[in-house]
């Protein structure tokens, strides 16, 4: 059995190196050419340049019916369509798929999706959390070792402001999950430019969290959630 991870940026990287350290075949997928050459140096996983909204893509996989697909592209319409081609084409049974828009929740699930996964909906909800003063677990134990919560506001100072967030070197071993700006919450992307009170809630390796603080601030200390 094998795992492919299609679309998703940092998050496709920390998923593949996470399952790939448990020993698990990692195929990963991704129209973007350049990070396709970041994730063949860093990750133990075959890596595929590709729409794989085109079955000769899929095709290149050998999938298998028992295999897991994992859909991480930004647009839903996209996801739509590999995940039917997965399901009716290749067989797959396992199936998940990320949510951008949580109203498109209800069809995908009609669709027989092993698992709809809307990050608004669960990044809204770990907010809502610290808007009401409950706490989370500041770690996720992890095989290897374990994650840090982190929450960090951009200041005025700050040497990141108005740039892409693709563009501002952050660690591989970090994913932002989520953006508090004004009130409200962003789910962001490669293209999110970063503003004066942004509010970022990250996922990293404590290792890197001072990489982190200093980059987004210019501090090295970061708040832990």
Do not use: W
Request: glycine fraction near 8%; hydrophobic fraction near 45%; charge should be negative.
């Amino acid at each position: 059995m094998k795992v492919v991870i299609i679309g998703g940026e940092r998050i496709a990287y920390f998923l593949a190196k996470s399952i790939s350290s448990k020993g698990y075949r990692i195929y990963v997928v991704n129209k973007d050419a350049q990070l396709c050459e970041d994730f063949a140096r860093d990750l133990k996983a075959v890596i595929v340049h590709g729409d794989a909204s085109k079955r000769s893509v899929l095709e290149q996989l050998d999938i298998e019916e028992e295999d897991i697909i994992v859909v991480l592209t930004n647009k839903d319409k996209e996801n739509l369509i590999i995940t039917q081609l997965a399901k009716k084409i290749f067989g797959v049974k396992n199936i998940v798929t990320l949510i951008n828009n949580p109203d498109n929740i209800e069809l995908f699930n009609k669709l027989g999706i092993s698992a709809a996964v809307s990050t608004t909906t669960m990044m809204q909800r770990a907010v809502e959390n610290l808007l009401f003063g409950k706490e989370l677990e500041e770690f996720l134990s992890l095989e290897e070792g374990k994650l840090a919560f982190l929450k960090i506001e951009i200041p005025e100072n700050s040497k990141v402001i108005g740039k892409k967030l693709k563009d501002i070197g952050l660690p591989h071993d970090c994913v932002v999950g989520g953006i508090l700006r004004k009130g409200e919450v962003i789910i962001p992307h490669g293209d999110t430019i970063l503003d004066i009170g942004d509010i970022l809630f990250i996922v990293a390796v404590p290792t890197v969290q001072t990489e982190i603080a200093n980059l987004l601030t210019g501090e090295k200390d970061a708040k832990k959630i």
